[in-house]
């Protein structure tokens, strides 16, 4: 059965956006999963009824290409497509477009299913994943992973917060784009703008531990540079991912 997709209208608000005047790539993310959660909602299967299931869902993995960073004030359509699913992986897609029908962002997600007691990754109930009229694939994706460091140029540590903690009882995945991001400066962040990222989740962080985020700065062309990333706990990996940038052009910087 062709599954069915899921649109909403968003008007972008200025505490969504970051001193540049555009979307920060964590909100991006943010945003397109406010999609996923409403679609949820909409088939009667919200975060907070899966959660009294004893389970949860969890992201292992994120790919986006970004044409361009939604505004301040700028009204947007976000689209996610349950796209498929084999019993221990959906794999979703996101789209971001103007008010011209321009693609601005695409996204792909690889979801799982976790048991809240146990913290593992459990075998996808039929019933959990019938309402989105996902197609059934018998593969899993080999989808292409962020490479380790080769060298730390930044670093800094963050304490888990309760800010910092979602319905799943660990750290929200869109604070490790913060953490990532957070340890290129200031110059960096404003000189050049995101354009593509593949973000790879290893192992939950829980609230009270430490959390380093080290970061490797790779000049790629006069107008382009590959950051490299690694979110560790106690020296175990986390989360790892690289980042492809492009040098911001004057029209983007507020």
């Known amino acids: 059965m062709e599954s069915k997709g899921f649109s909403e209208k968003h008007r972008v608000t200025y505490y969504e956006t970051d001193m540049n005047g555009t979307v920060g790539l964590g909100r991006l993310v943010d945003l397109m999963m406010l999609s996923c959660n409403d679609q949820s909602d909409a088939v009667g299967l919200s975060s907070e009824k899966v959660n009294q299931m004893g389970l949860g869902w969890i992201v292992t993995q994120n790919m986006i290409d970004i044409k361009r960073l939604p505004r301040r004030n700028e009204t947007i359509y976000i689209t996610t497509h349950a796209k498929s699913y084999n019993r221990y992986f959906c ?10 029908k321009q693609e601005l962002a695409h996204m792909h997600a690889v979801f799982a299913l976790m048991d809240q007691n146990e913290r593992k990754i459990v075998r996808i109930p039929e019933d959990l994943i019938e309402p989105y009229h ?7 994706e ?3 992973l962020p490479k380790e460091l080769e060298r730390i140029d930044r670093q800094k540590e963050y304490e888990v917060r309760f ?5 799943n009882q660990h750290v929200n995945n869109v604070h490790y784009f913060e953490w990532m991001l957070d340890a290129l400066d ?6 050049y703008q995101p354009v593509s990222m593949n973000i790879e989740y290893k192992k939950e962080i829980r609230y009270g531990q430490k959390a380093v985020s080290q970061a490797q700065i790779t000049m790629t062309g006069v107008e382009t540079v590959t950051t490299f990333h690694e979110i560790k706990v106690n020296d ?19």
């Open 163 to 167: 800010w910092d903690i979602d319905i």
């Open 134 to 140: 996902s197609e059934y694939a018998t593969k899993i």
């Open 236 to 254: 175990e990996l986390s989360c790892r991912a690289v980042c492809d940038w492009k040098l911001r052009k004057e029209e983007w910087i507020i």
């Open 186 to 191: 200031l110059d960096f962040l404003i000189k």
């Open 142 to 144: 080999r989808l292409p």
């Open 91 to 100: 794999y979703r897609d996101f789209w971001i477009h103007d008010i011209r």
